[in-house]
C-alpha cells in the first residue's frame, strides 16, 4: 500500500520570504498523481496544486511551485513571497493512476504559520 | 458554480444517538468520498461512489457506519448508534470520471458524541 510522508509537524517562515514543506511517497507504481492542499483554521479543503507522475516539468501555480523528484519519491512545496493568509495546515496526497482505484492516500499534514 | 454542500456543519449529540450527515456533490461529477478527519489519524477515506454506487468501503470503520447515494445529488452517511470515539470532521469530497481531476471538498461536518 503507498503511504504519504509529512516529516515536518510544524513550519514557520517570516512575512515575504520563501519555504518548502517536505513530503515523501512510497509506491511500486510509475503512474500517478500527487496533490498539495491547504486547510486553513476555516476546516476548508484548497488544492494548492497538482503533479501528474510522467511529467518532469515541475508544477506551478502562481506563488507556489514543487519540487518533484521522482527517483526520491519527493514532493516538496515551496512558497515564495510568503503572505499571512498561508498560514494553514497543508497536506500532501497521493493518488494512484492504475488498478481502478480513485482512492486519495494523505500525509499526516504540516502546520505552516507565517509572522508578520 | 456551488461547490460540495455538506449539512450540518456541526453536530452534536448524546452516545447512543443515530447521526445523519448529508453531502451534495457539484453536479457533474462521478465519484463522491467521504472522509473522516481526527488528530490521531488525520485524514482517513471511508468510502467511495461511482456513478453512485459504492466501489470501496474498507475504510468503514465498523457496521455501526453506512452510507449510501440513492441519487447522483445526494450522499448520506449515518452513525448508529453513535460512540464517543466517532468525535472527528467529516469530509465529503466530489470529482469528475478522470484521474487527474483533483477532488472537491465540502467545508465538513464536525461530529461531537458525549
Known amino acids: 500500500a503507498q503511504t504519504v510522508t509529512q516529516s515536518q509537524p510544524e513550519m514557520s517562515v517570516q512575512e515575504a520570504e520563501t519555504v518548502t514543506l517536505s513530503c515523501t511517497y512510497d509506491?511500486?507504481?510509475?503512474?500517478?498523481?500527487l496533490f498539495w492542499y491547504k486547510q486553513p483554521p476555516s476546516r476548508q479543503m484548497i488544492l494548492v496544486i497538482r503533479?501528474?507522475?510522467?511529467?518532469?516539468q515541475n508544477a506551478t501555480e502562481n506563488r507556489f511551485s514543487v519540487n518533484f523528484q521522482k527517483a526520491a519519491k519527493s514532493f516538496s512545496l515551496k512558497i515564495s513571497d510568503s503572505q499571512l493568509g498561508d498560514a494553514a495546515m497543508y497536506f500532501c496526497?497521493?493518488?494512484?493512476?492504475?488498478?481502478?482505484?480513485?482512492?486519495?492516500?494523505f500525509g499526516k499534514g504540516t502546520k505552516l504559520t507565517v509572522n508578520p | 458554480d456551488a461547490g460540495v454542500i455538506q449539512s450540518p456543519r456541526h453536530e452534536v449529540t448524546e452516545m447512543g444517538q443515530e447521526v445523519t450527515l448529508r453531502c451534495k456533490p457539484i453536479?457533474?461529477?462521478?465519484?463522491l468520498f467521504w472522509y473522516r478527519q481526527t488528530m490521531m489519524r488525520g485524514l482517513e477515506l471511508l468510502i467511495y461512489?461511482?456513478?453512485?454506487?459504492?466501489?470501496?468501503d474498507s475504510g468503514m470503520p465498523e457496521d455501526r457506519f453506512s452510507a449510501k447515494m440513492p441519487n447522483a445529488s445526494f450522499s448520506t452517511l449515518k452513525i448508529q448508534p453513535s460512540e464517543p470515539r466517532d468525535s472527528a470532521v467529516y469530509f465529503c469530497?466530489?470529482?469528475?470520471?478522470?484521474?487527474?481531476?483533483?477532488?472537491?471538498f465540502g467545508d465538513g461536518t464536525r461530529l461531537s458524541i458525549l
Open positions: 469530497a466530489s470529482s469528475l470520471r478522470y484521474r487527474y481531476q483533483p477532488q472537491h
Open positions: 453536479s457533474g461529477h462521478d465519484y
Open positions: 503533479q501528474e507522475a510522467y511529467k518532469q
Open positions: 496526497a497521493y493518488r494512484s493512476a492504475q488498478g481502478g482505484s480513485e482512492k486519495l492516500v
Open positions: 509506491t511500486s507504481e510509475s503512474d500517478y498523481y
Open positions: 461512489f461511482n456513478n453512485n454506487v459504492p466501489i470501496d
